[in-house]
C-alpha cells in the first residue's frame, strides 16, 4: 500500500514561490511516475504537472508552463513542485498522486492519491 504525504502549503503574496513536497511510502517510488493535480472549490480537478520514473520526461498543465517545475528525488522518495510567480489564480488544494505501473510511459493513470496541502496566493 503506497501511502502519499504532501507538505510546503501555504499563504503566500501574488508573484511568490512556494515549494510543495510529497514523500512516498510503501512501494518502490522509483520506479512510478508521479503527478501533482490542484483542485479549488467548485471546481474540477486539474491536472498541474507529473514527472516519468527517472525524472527524464516531465509535463505540465498549460495554466503552469513557464511558472511550475516538477522534479523528484528517488533517494528521498519525494516529488517536489516548485512554483514560482503564483497568482491568485494558483489558489487550491494541491495533491500529489502516482501510477504505480512500472515504469510507466505517458499518459499516466494514478492509482493513489495522497491528502493535499493548501496553497493560498492573496492578491
Known amino acids: 500500500q503506497v501511502q502519499l504525504v504532501e507538505s510546503g502549503g501555504g499563504l503566500v503574496q501574488a508573484g511568490g514561490s512556494l515549494r510543495l513536497s510529497c514523500v512516498a511510502s510503501g512501494g518502490t517510488l522509483s520506479t512510478y511516475a508521479m503527478g501533482w493535480f490542484r483542485q479549488a472549490p467548485g471546481t474540477e480537478r486539474e491536472f498541474v504537472a507529473a514527472?516519468?520514473?527517472?525524472?527524464?520526461?516531465?509535463y505540465y498543465g498549460d495554466s503552469v508552463k513557464g511558472r511550475f517545475t516538477i522534479s523528484r528525488d528517488n533517494a528521498k522518495n519525494t516529488v517536489y513542485l516548485q512554483m514560482n510567480r503564483l497568482k491568485p489564480e494558483d489558489t487550491a488544494l494541491y495533491y500529489c498522486a502516482a501510477d504505480t505501473s512500472l515504469w510507466k510511459t505517458w499518459p499516466y493513470e494514478y492509482d493513489y492519491w495522497g491528502q493535499g496541502t493548501q496553497v493560498t496566493v492573496s492578491s
Open positions: 514527472i516519468n520514473w527517472s525524472g527524464g520526461s516531465t
